[in-house]
């Protein structure tokens, strides 16, 4: 019989606009603008066995979760004994079996002609509340599934057309917005109906066995066309690495990784190296590794292709059971998305260098989700707003990054518009923007930028609920492209910034408040000195970037007047700035994928030109660079060694062998106890022109000989003085002449560390308020801070806590004495915490038994004091106009001549470092920097008061990163 090839056709088209048609039908219905706005679902036909046909419009981690919908239907079915007749639509949520959280709710029905099933119509929403312990029904809190929801397993929502009112009873029975989640399930069953009739009509017109037929020809398409297309990829074995920063309860953050296997015949993707599953809601399921595998699959094939079970059966994944990637009861999931994405995210990493026409740099990744919930006085109805978020995608090979996209996996879904969200809510939109504050990537091109969105609450209270990730690890970069930047939420209450962060729950909003969300920007790709002078020249134009950031980044020199490029200026200037970039001994520099790397790197620039190198031992700078910290190497010979025009070099002990394989530095030269280690590094010194000796038979010019050498300030003087023998030609100058200048304004990683190590030093102050101070020295006091610090996951003191009672306080040094604490002293306890290697410094005074009267208005002075200190800090102000601002308050009320230290220092590796907050001190506060403001007043033989704070220079302000109660305490 002659195949009706035109009509198989016309079947298989049809078919595909049909899964569209499903799409539009739901928007059409749903009650919730999370569906008829933002497209949070996704809907798919599947033939009678399971197997995908076509897919509409929306979510891509739906789309491929469609089949498992319909067989894990078709398997409940036979399995549990329950009955499937025509008219049947069937509920399930179960994560384990259909992936994603306990949110998305699938329905599937299946689709019978005359009595026979032809196929399965699915879909797959998120509704905005299915119970659990956090308005929503996700959070970062959640340890077990059990705490996020209402599980449903597959039951019949209407039964022969007839809606199943029990079941219906027990969802809505389950959730704090009953009407909103009975809608929208209605909207997804209309897409349903709507695709069992459009069916049964090609059946009628063509034939059941003919469309049956399309079906199998549509599958038979998939799979002629991924062949084709996987022919076409690179062939080997490729890999990458991430890391997902830690929930509470993790000890550190979790280390991911996928390796990607692509031959003629398959695409592998293999999670086998992963962390086990973990009692936090990242955790997703199988069949979410799967999906994500299959979204990377799809676009380094063909994006556009139709996608049907032939086009993804070369697709295999490895997830061992019990992992990250292959979760198993009773893992929380319900913030499944982030690990899911990131999950795209290696993938992509993986293959972006080898498929640049296909993959773009590093983006923003996270959904950045946010839920609001409250009450809206208007109507008097509970409301939760919930809503993805579009960032900055990354840089292609040949393209700036697109600004404001929805991330990798979330396809079709969109931002919320002012309007809706203005009418359905009760807030207010203050703004909507793109996110120029936290900037992009550079590079030859750029990443795409962030969007900054304010919600100004208007309810008389609300709850806040966030789960974001790329807080502290931002987008990658790609062939000398710089990293993106962060996401983060921003709440803002009476101009004071009160959280700043990428996970809250249960965070309590007063009226008038402001959520700002902001989300990352994209990746660079290729360097900076590459990109196209007019490029840089329209983003100044459009406000984008400065006329320094074009100077700096891109060495373009723009004449802000006359709005053209000084095409002569800014060709010197590039010359000049690439010798210093491609001067590294013709080595490209490692991709900067650590915290190291990129402090490393910008020493290296900085360096070039002025100085031959530098010699650096362990110690904060040392630590800064590489990423280790070895104990212990006072009498051992232990350098790093950079000279300007060669790897850098560690010469060490073999002692620390293990240790130095953390280290990013390739280039690792041991000695053993028996060796001289001078003449080893003689021999380095030599080879790498750090010393006047011949290399590679030619001397250095002598430009280069007259070139000084940075050394470590803290070097031990036994090593200085045996190298300066070693070097007598060469002018030694102090490193900390350089890394400081960069040390001193703080990463976002490095705040972070901050911040956490702050968190710390609350968090200690509360445990220390529940302790029996008086009667105890003021050593057993000392003694317990530092074990409480400890027990709270500090992994060092910052310094020598000192606990000063009595006239024992009036001393701002005080070392803690065997002095006994009694009542009516005042006690100055001043102490802090280390996280990832960096300070914090809090000090608190307390009052023992009662408050001497002469010690209240000194207090409240302090007070009064350190807070206007506080609110002077922002981006632009001047170090000494803090510390005279501060200091004229004391003055003022008469304690001028017992205030006698500076206002505040710097934090970071090192507890006191730059800037300095004193009356000589010019510095100008910029964004990044983090110091502490800590007015006293020390009467000497009766008291003393010292309010200690730090801060950081964040968006342009200051933010208060410890926050432990500062009223004088009575205990």
């Known amino acids: 019989m002659k195949k009706d090839v035109i009509s198989i056709r016309i079947i298989k088209n049809a078919l595909d606009n049909i899964a569209k048609e499903m799409f539009w039908a739901t928007v059409r219905t749903a009650k919730s603008s999370i569906i008829y706005e933002t497209y949070d679902f996704g809907p798919g036909l599947t033939d009678a066995t399971g197997r995908l046909i076509s897919i ?20 409940d079915v036979e399995k549990e004994g329950l009955d499937m007749s025509p008219g049947d639509i069937f509920v399930l949520n179960d994560p384990y079996r259909i992936s994603t959280h306990l949110n998305d709710i699938a329905l599937a029905m299946p689709i019978f002609y005359k009595d026979e099933l032809i196929g399965m119509a699915a879909i797959r929403g998120h509704v905005n509340d299915v119970g659990g312990m956090n308005p929503g029904s996700w959070g970062p809190n959640a340890t077990e599934i059990y705490q996020e929801g209402l599980i449903i397993p597959t039951c019949h929502f209407y039964k022969e057309g007839k809606l199943n009112k029990e079941v219906v009873r027990i969802i809505l029975s389950n959730t704090r917005i009953p009407d909103y989640v009975y809608g929208d399930l209605e909207a997804l069953a209309s897409a ?32 002629i066309m991924a062949k084709n297309r996987l022919k076409d990829l690179p062939k080997g074995e490729f890999f990458a690495e991430e890391r997902i920063e830690k929930y509470e309860g993790m000890e550190e953050d979790l280390r991911i990784t996928v390796k990607v296997k692509i031959t003629n015949k398959k695409f592998i993707a293999d999670f086998t190296d992963n962390p086990p599953q973990v009692e936090a809601p990242i955790n997703t399921t199988f069949a979410g590794a799967y999906t994500a595998a299959a979204n990377a699959f799809i676009a380094a094939t063909d994006p556009h292709a139709p996608v049907n079970h032939g086009y993804l059966e070369p697709i295999e994944v490895i997830a061992p059971e019990g992992t990250l990637f292959n979760a198993l009861p009773p893992a929380p999931v319900s913030c499944y998305w982030e690990t899911l994405f990131y999950a795209v995210d290696l993938i992509w990493k993986a293959l972006a260098p080898h498929l640049p026409e296909r993959f773009t740099a590093g983006h923003y990744l996270s959904v950045v989700s946010e839920t609001l919930s409250m009450v809206d006085l208007r109507d008097g109805k509970y409301k939760i707003l919930c809503e993805p978020n579009p960032g900055g995608w ?14 990798v996996a979330d396809g079709e879904t969109y931002c919320h518009p002012v309007e809706v969200l203005e009418r359905e809510y009760p807030i207010r939109v203050e703004c909507m923007r793109l996110n120029l504050e936290d900037g992009v ?10 969007m900054r969105k304010d919600y100004r609450i208007l309810a008389d209270e609300a709850t806040l609920v966030c789960s974001i990730n790329r807080i502290r690890y931002p987008p990658w970069g790609v062939d000398g492209g710089e990293d993106g930047s962060c996401n983060h939420i921003v709440v803002i209450r009476k101009d004071k910034v009160i959280f700043d962060g990428g996970r809250a729950f249960n965070f309590k909003l007063k009226k008038g408040d402001i959520v700002s969300i902001r989300s990352g920007g994209g990746a660079g790709w290729g360097s900076t000195l590459e990109r196209d002078p007019n490029l840089v020249l329209e983003d100044y134009k459009s406000g984008l970037i400065t006329l320094e950031l074009a100077r700096e980044k891109y060495g373009i020199l723009i004449d802000p007047e006359k709005l053209v490029v000084d095409m002569e200026a800014t060709k010197t200037l590039r010359e000049k700035s690439s010798k210093r970039k491609n001067c590294y001994g013709g080595i490209k520099m490692p991709h900067k994928d650590t915290f190291f790397k990129r402090n490393f790197e910008r020493f290296y620039e900085k360096i070039q030109g002025e100085y031959k190198g530098a010699l650096i031992s362990p110690g904060p700078n040392f630590y800064y660079l590489t990423g280790l910290n070895p104990a212990s190497t006072l009498e051992r010979l232990f350098l790093l060694i950079v000279p300007v025009g060669s790897e850098p070099v560690i010469l060490a002990p073999k002692l620390y062998e293990n240790e130095l394989k953390t280290s990013w530095i390739e280039n690792i030269m041991l000695w053993e106890d028996k060796d001289n280690p001078y003449l080893i590094l003689k021999e380095i010194l030599d080879s790498t022109g750090l010393s006047d000796k011949p290399r590679c038979c030619n001397r250095l010019p002598p430009l280069a000989r007259e070139k000084k050498l940075l050394i470590e300030d803290t070097m031990p003087l036994s090593f200085f003085y045996k190298l300066k023998q070693a070097l007598r030609e060469l002018d030694f100058e102090p490193l900390s002449k350089v890394v400081s200048e960069l040390r001193v304004v703080k990463s976002k990683i490095e705040t972070e560390f901050l911040k956490k190590a702050a968190k710390l030093a609350d968090e200690a102050f509360e445990k220390l308020l529940e302790e029996e101070l008086e009667g105890k020295t ?3 006091i000392e003694a317990r801070i530092e074990y409480i610090l400890k027990t709270l996951g500090a992994e060092d003191i910052a310094f020598k806590p000192s606990v000063a009672s009595g006239p024992n306080s009036a001393n701002p040094h005080h070392a803690s004495s065997e002095r006994v604490i009694k ?27 009662k408050v001497p009267e002469e010690a209240k208005k000194a207090y409240e002075t302090v007070k009064e004091a350190q807070q206007e200190g506080i609110d002077m800090v922002k981006e632009g102000a ?27 220092h710097g934090l970071g590796l090192e507890v006191h470092e730059e800037p300095y907050i004193s009356s000589n001190s010019e510095t100008v506060l910029k964004e990044g920097m983090v110091f502490t403001i800590e007015p006293g007043v020390y009467i000497p033989g009766k008291f003393g008061i010292r309010i200690e704070d730090d801060i950081a220079v964040i968006n342009k302000r ?8 500062k009223e004088l305490l009575v205990l």
């Open 958 to 965: 200051g933010v208060t990163l410890t926050n432990a109660e």
């Open 441 to 450: 990537g550079h590079g030859r091109f750029r990443g795409g930028f962030g």
């Open 394 to 407: 990354g840089a292609g090979i040949d393209k700036d990054g697109e600004s404001c996209l929805v991330s």
């Open 778 to 780: 003021e050593r057993e």
């Open 878 to 904: 001047i170090a000494k106009d803090i510390d005279l601002a501060v200091r004229d308050i004391i003055e003022r009320h008469g304690y001028g001549k017992y205030f006698i230290h500076r206002t505040g």
């Open 823 to 849: 009542k009516g002293d005042l006690v100055v306890i001043d102490y802090g915490a280390k996280h990832g290697g960096y300070c914090s410094d809090i000090t608190r005074t307390l009052a023992i038994g």
């Open 192 to 223: 349903l109906r709507y695709a069992y009739r459009r069916i049964n009509e090609l059946c009628d017109k063509y034939g059941a066995e003919l469309v049956r037929e399309a079906m199998e020809d549509r599958i038979n398409d998939g799979k």
């Open 56 to 75: 509409g419009t929306g979510v891509p981690v739906f789309h491929g979760i469609i089949p498992l919908i319909a067989k894990t239907v078709l398997e």
